[in-house]
């Protein structure tokens, strides 16, 4: 046709999050408590949220290295839950008529 003007083409790109789900990551959350360097009585909490391989959780192996190797403050203890965002889906058949008004 003379005078169509054609449409830029666009390049959809799925965000990084989304690409590393689909590689098996799954949402970690992780709970840190230290001890404070100043004051060996008191505990500190830590907390922070990324993406990992469950049940081996090298990025988190490598923070922990990182914090024992780096930080002053000695670890007290490390609480982890994850949940695998992208999974097969959940259904359950129903037996029935469903009528929408």
């Known amino acids: 046709m003379v005078g169509r003007q054609e449409e830029p083409s666009r390049v959809l790109r799925a965000s990084p999050d989304f690409i590393r789900q689909i590689e098996g990551y799954s949402l970690t959350?992780?709970?840190i408590h230290?001890?404070?360097p100043d004051?060996?009585?008191l505990?500190?909490?830590y907390a922070f949220q990324q993406y990992d391989e469950a049940?081996?959780?090298p990025v988190l192996?490598?923070?922990l290295d990182f914090w024992v190797r780096e930080i002053e403050g000695p670890l007290h203890s490390v609480r982890v839950a994850h949940k695998k965002l992208i999974g097969p889906?959940?259904?359950r058949a129903v037996d029935g008529i469903i009528s929408i008004h």
Do not use: G, I, N
Request: aromatic share 28%.
């Open 89 to 91: 889906q959940e259904w």
């Open 29 to 31: 959350t992780v709970e």
């Open 39 to 41: 004051h060996p009585r």
């Open 34 to 36: 230290y001890f404070f």
């Open 43 to 45: 505990l500190q909490l």
């Open 61 to 63: 192996r490598r923070f």
């Open 55 to 57: 049940p081996q959780f």
